[in-house]
Structure formats: structure tokens, C-alpha cells
């Protein structure tokens, strides 16, 4: 969706990576929100259609509703606080000449129900231009979805569910920023509009015959600069901007016909004569500048990381996808028990009880029954071996468990170093201290120079603070903090 033939353009300029390494990384490690998360915008329509369409096909084997429920445990197992931004009344009549008709009413009110209980948010309105206004604001870190539109209306950093094979068994995005992809392939935010105007988008169908390296190349020309420079010089005065763009289209009839920066690979008379006077569509033009426009909802300003709402789930499980609880309890086991205590773990709210090996926050608890000393690489993140009671949270859950077996209920997660050791300190410490745990150093120290300092770092080392932890690496190249 969005610009046709858009991204394989934009290779030089994505990264690939999973959400969690992403969100553990930006959102949790350097916690610049000081929530330990990354908050992020969803294109909610976006994602539900094609959830909805491969149930149609018969891609999954369960319905769309499932497969959501099934995707929402795999977020939780991210630090992340995530807003689902549906399409309101003012949606888009028209999309590429097709009168848009609002399919899955239903599925979309139990999805928003299934936001909820899960802890995240949602909101309504014009999607594409709310998520880029969200994202303009810095009220989220980056946008989920498909939509290459989204780059053009101000998105700073899009995540697009990437088509690798390992993306079948991880949230893997391709991510793409505005950034990287004015510095690597010379595209400003102009450039792209410009793009967008001659290729066509959801919205309208661009210059016959116009394709996609055609249309960069001619970006590249800065032609989409002078455009967006004349909008705002003259588009408050019809006849002015009016004046403006019949020069403005005889420059491009002109390039395409001789080519004189030489972006071109050779004159192109066809399209030259496709230019014609209703180009560029006034109303998409309108649509990506004056995107600013848009107004942010109440609420939408203080996002925070929530926990699921274990007893609604049950509820919803029960009432909603009819499932037994014993279905719920075999499907909980498979997807969900791992999201909600990594959940509390990434809380900044959460409490360590190292008498009993507890983490509490709020309403739900855990304890920690083994940690493996030996840690393990998952991806780019280091991670802990590690295995966590379920007893009080099947409790808080008044799931009917068999009392034919006095076995206690537990999972093994790997859990990333960072998420765990922040955890696991004690409160009443500093910001500057917990940040200095997440990101692997002795409080008050520097960061070791040298493989040698880092193996060499005692806790007597640093004089002038007190040294609540040491994080040390071993021979074996195991890392290990060390609290006391």
C-alpha cells in the first residue's frame, strides 16, 4: 500500500531488525522516555485487513480473531506501549479509483476490546494523518505499517512487517527513517511527496506511464523542493500558485525531454506528454503539506506501559472466541504466560523482594524459582535462562486448574541481561544508577576502554561512589553483574 514500487527503491536505507531487540535497545536500555519502553504508533486497519485476509484465504488456520489474540501475546513480550490508530467517520471515500467500503465491523470492536484488556491503546480519526502527527509531535517513536504514504506525511521512522522467512517466527520488521533515507539516497521529505504526486498513491493514480525510477530520478532534480516551496509562497493566492505551476510543469515536460541534469537514463517524450495541466492532483497535495493540521486526541499525550488485564482476557477468551478453560489454559501456556511476566519485568514499577525471589507490580506477581548462570545469545540480545512460578498468575486468572496434580505451575523465558539485573534492584536508587545497569556498567564508573579494563573491573576500583554491582565478564565470555 502507498506509493507503488516504493521500497525496493529504499533497500540502502532500511535496517532489519526484531521488535524486541529494537524495543529493549532504544526503548528500555536508553529509556529516554524514562518508562523503559518504546511507544509506538499502529496503522490499526492496516494490520487487522491483512489479518482478516489471510484468515479469508485460509492462510492461518484459525480465524482472524485468533491470529490477533495470537499476535498481541508476541507485543506483549516487547517493551513497548503501543497506540492501534483506527480510521474514523472522515476516512477516505476513494482509493485508487475504488469507493472504499468498511469491511469487518465486528472484527474491528473485538479487536479494540482485545487492545484493552492487553494494556495498550486506541484511538480514531484520520489514521495516516494522525499516526504522522503523533510521530511529528515525538508522542511515539515510530509507526507500524505498511503504508509508504506514512513516510511522505511526516513519519519520522516506519516499521514494515518484513518479508524475510524468519519473520514467520519473529515480529522482524524492516525499518525505515527519514533520516537514512534522505542522507543514503538523496530523497527529502519533498523529494518523496514529489514521488508520490507522479507515482500515485491509495489516493489517486499519479502520470500515466510514470514509473517508479523515473519518478525518483526526477525527484532527484528537485523538482519536489520547488514544489513545496511555491506551495507555500503562493498557494494563498489562486492565480499566483496557479502561475507558478505552469512553469513549474514546463521545467519537468522539459527535463523529460532532453535531460539536461542528467539523472535520466534517456529522454522520455511519453511521459513528457502525460504532464498535463490537472497535474499535480490538488487535493493530495493538500492532503500530504497541510497534514499538521491534524489534531491529536485527548489522551494520546500520556502513553504509558500497562499490564494485561489477565481476568478480562479469561472473560473475553470465554464470551468472545468461546474457548473452554481449559482451551484457555493450553493456549495461555503457549503464547500468553511468557508476555505477562516479561511485561512486569520491563515495569518500571516493578519490585524485587530478593528474601522470597519475587517481582511484584501492582496487582500480579511472579517468583523466580531458577536462574541458569550460563547466558545465552537470542539474536543481538544477551539473555538469561531463567524459570518463573505461575501459580499466583493462573490464580489472579480464577482459571479452574486440575487438582489431580500438586506440581507446581512454571515457565523457562529467556529473559534479556538488562531487563533482569534493572529488575532485580533494589528501590530508592537514582535514575543515573539504574540507568548505569542498563547499560552494563559499574555505578559511577566509565565505560572500560580496553577487553582487558572491562574483565579487570572490581568493585574497589571506584573510590569516590558507593558500588551497589559489578559487571564483570568472564573468561568464558559470560557476562555477570554482581549485586551486594
Known amino acids: 500500500m502507498g506509493i507503488k514500487d516504493l521500497y525496493p527503491h529504499l533497500v540502502a536505507a532500511k535496517a532489519t531488525v526484531t521488535l524486541k531487540e529494537l524495543a529493549v535497545e532504544e526503548g528500555f536500555r536508553k529509556n529516554h522516555r524514562k518508562q523503559r519502553c518504546l511507544t509506538l504508533g499502529v496503522d490499526a486497519n492496516n494490520m487487522l485487513d491483512t489479518i482478516q485476509a489471510a484468515s479469508q484465504k485460509r492462510v492461518h488456520s484459525v480465524s482472524a480473531a485468533e491470529s490477533f489474540f495470537t499476535l498481541l501475546c508476541k507485543l506483549l513480550q516487547t517493551p513497548t506501549a503501543l497506540i492501534f490508530v483506527f480510521d474514523g467517520p472522515n476516512r477516505p471515500r476513494f482509493k485508487r479509483g475504488v469507493e472504499v467500503k468498511t469491511r469487518g465491523s465486528s472484527f474491528y470492536r473485538l479487536a479494540k476490546v482485545m487492545i484493552g484488556t492487553f494494556g495498550f491503546y486506541s484511538a480514531s480519526g484520520e489514521a495516516d494523518c494522525l499516526l504522522a502527527a503523533l510521530s511529528r509531535s515525538g508522542l511515539v517513536d515510530g509507526v507500524i505499517s505498511n503504508d509508504s504514504d506514512l513516510l511522505v506525511l511526516g513519519v519520522e521512522r516506519l516499521l514494515r512487517k518484513s518479508r524475510d522467512e524468519a519473520s514467520r517466527h519473529e515480529l522482524l520488521f524492516d525499518v525505515y527513517t527519514r533520516g537514512a533515507i534522505q542522507e543514503r539516497l538523496g530523497l527529502t521529505p519533498a523529494a518523496l511527496t514529489f514521488v508520490a504526486l507522479l507515482r500515485g498513491t491509495d489516493f489517486h493514480n499519479g502520470v500515466e506511464g510514470c514509473g517508479i525510477s523515473i519518478a525518483v530520478k526526477l525527484a532527484q532534480c528537485g523538482f519536489g523542493e520547488a514544489l513545496i516551496q511555491g506551495h507555500e509562497e503562493h498557494a494563498k493566492v489562486p492565480q499566483r500558485f496557479s502561475a507558478f505551476l505552469t512553469g513549474w510543469r514546463a521545467d519537468i515536460r522539459y527535463e523529460l525531454l532532453h535531460n539536461t541534469r542528467g539523472y535520466l537514463q534517456r529522454s522520455q517524450p511519453a511521459v513528457a506528454g502525460n504532464i498535463t495541466d490537472a497535474f499535480p492532483d490538488l487535493q493530495v497535495l493538500e492532503h500530504f503539506v497541510d497534514g499538521e493540521r491534524t489534531l491529536i486526541p485527548e489522551g494520546c499525550d500520556s502513553l504509558k506501559p500497562q499490564l494485561p488485564n489477565i ?14 478453560d481449559q482451551e484457555i489454559l493450553k493456549r495461555f501456556e503457549a503464547h500468553f504466560w511468557e508476555g505477562a511476566i516479561l511485561k512486569m519485568l520491563y515495569s518500571p514499577l516493578v519490585v524485587y523482594d530478593p528474601r522470597s525471589s519475587t517481582f511484584l507490580e501492582r496487582w500480579l506477581q511472579t517468583k523466580l524459582v531458577k536462574e541458569w548462570p550460563k547466558h545465552t545469545q537470542r539474536g543481538n540480545l544477551e539473555c538469561v535462562h531463567a524459570t518463573f512460578s505461575l501459580d499466583t498468575l493462573v490464580k489472579a486468572s480464577a482459571l479452574p486448574v486440575s487438582t489431580t496434580t500438586s506440581r507446581p505451575m512454571k515457565t523457562n523465558l529467556y529473559v534479556p541481561l538488562t531487563v533482569l539485573s534493572v529488575a532485580k534492584l533494589p528501590r530508592g536508587l537514582s535514575q543515573e544508577e539504574v540507568d548505569a545497569v542498563a547499560q552494563g556498567m559499574t ?18 576500583d571506584s573510590d569516590d561512589v558507593e558500588c551497589l554491582y559489578v559487571v564483570r565478564r568472564t573468561q568464558a565470555g559470560d557476562t555477570v553483574i554482581e549485586f551486594f
Open 311 to 324: 481476568p478480562n482476557i479469561v472473560t473475553f477468551c470465554r464470551n468472545q472466541l468461546l474457548w473452554t
Open 443 to 460: 555505578a559511577g564508573e566509565k565505560p572500560p576502554n580496553t577487553e582487558e579494563e572491562s574483565e579487570g573491573n572490581e568493585a574497589s
